[in-house]
């Protein structure tokens, strides 16, 4: 992607928060100002830091892969993978961004196209998994208690199916690639008599190459069961730590809120994701804000928008400009460690 579709896709992220915060804060605007406000500084920096923390635990699995690679990959090499994931996945419309930049990262890092390739296709297949196994028993225990609230719930259940669909389609396609590939032939050929492809043989080539090396991956990694697992754990911790966000900060604004609440709070969070596999604007704005309030004024009624408003920046704006500037500095040193003189040809 250029540049300048970069700097649009920050002004449109841009314009559409105003007009979303806008339409949160109209009717009780200085109830929320007054809430925020009134956060002392310890709550307000655990808040913030809450969303740093949470892609930090993301760099823990990178390790975990990247390890497979390189002997002495580190917790860092993988936190700086996974904030440059977060920036580009916030910046581009369907977070289609996110592992090219990553497959940059880590190439610098050591790790080869190839088997960086391999490492993305392994953490997307656990982590897409575990999340639609936390989801479903989050959907089977909680999704009833609040569907009947509004017919916004309506979009919820349908990103559920797409999500469903999608990891279906994974491993089908694991299962049966062969399959797979006979579908492709035939969507290629449709596509490229209405004009959409204009390579046909050059994109069925990549598609199948990509088909291949996703099966292959997943071959690979089903003999890594206990790498499997700890990805999964750690998948679990990080998901957690998102969902269970609002809670704490509702805590925080002194939002009456007892224990039995959290697993609604991280129910009704695991919803609000659902929701946005439907919104193909860069970071989801403008949706993601609605369907929150929509979701949480049954809980945080008159202050949802004051737990919005904190959820958004640390979840979503503090990565976004914190990525973008860890991924410029790798970039930097990354670019000096390969111009600097080695020691062998100073001899």
């Given at each position: 992607m250029k540049k300048t579709n970069y700097f649009w896709n920050f002004v449109l992220i841009a314009l559409i928060t105003v007009v979303a915060l806008w339409f949160a804060l109209k009717d009780n605007y200085h109830e929320v100002i007054n809430a925020i406000s009134k956060l002392n500084g310890f709550a307000l920096a655990l808040i913030l830091a809450w969303g740093i923390v949470y892609t930090c635990v993301w760099g823990i699995v990178y390790?975990?892969?990247?390890?497979k690679f390189v002997k002495n990959y580190s917790l860092l090499d993988g936190i700086i993978v996974a904030f440059t994931g977060t920036f580009f996945s916030g910046i581009t419309p369907s977070a289609t961004g996110g592992q090219f930049g990553q497959a940059y990262v880590l190439k610098k890092q050591g790790i080869s196209y190839a088997?960086?390739?391999?490492?993305?296709w392994a953490d997307f297949i656990i982590y897409q998994t575990t999340m639609m196994l936390y989801v479903t028993l989050l959907f089977l225990s909680k999704f009833s208690t609040y569907s009947g609230h509004s017919v916004w719930f309506t979009l919820v259940w349908a990103g559920y199916a797409v999500n469903v669909v999608v990891i279906l389609g994974l491993y089908?396609?694991?299962?049966?690639?062969?399959?797979?590939?006979?579908?492709?032939?035939?969507?290629v050929k449709i596509l490229?008599?209405?004009?959409?492809?204009?390579?046909?043989?050059?994109?069925?080539e990549s598609w199948t190459m990509q088909m291949t090396s996703f099966t292959g991956e997943i071959k690979k990694l089903s003999k890594d069961k206990l790498i499997i697992l700890k990805c999964m754990l750690i998948n679990?911790?990080?998901?957690?730590?998102?969902?269970a966000l609002p809670y704490v900060i509702a805590v925080l604004l002194g939002i009456h809120l007892p224990l039995s609440k959290l697993l609604d709070v991280i129910a009704l969070s695991s919803f609000v994701t659902m929701a946005?596999?439907?919104i193909p604007i860069p970071g989801a704005s403008g949706g993601t804000e609605m369907m929150f309030s929509i979701v949480f004024s049954l809980l945080f009624h008159s202050l949802t928008s004051a737990v919005l408003i904190l959820?958004?920046?640390?979840?979503?704006?503090?990565?976004?400009?914190?990525g973008g500037i860890i991924f410029m500095v790798a970039k930097a040193y990354y670019e000096r460690?390969?111009?600097a003189p080695h020691p062998e040809s100073e001899a």
């Open positions: 390790r975990v892969l990247g390890k088997d960086g390739a391999s490492l993305l089908t396609m694991a299962i049966f690639p062969n399959v797979y590939i006979r579908l492709s032939q035939w969507a490229s008599k209405i004009k959409v492809v204009k390579d046909p043989e050059k994109t069925l679990f911790v990080r998901l957690t730590l998102l969902y946005n596999s439907f959820w958004r920046v640390s979840t979503y704006h503090i990565i976004l400009v914190l460690r390969k111009d």
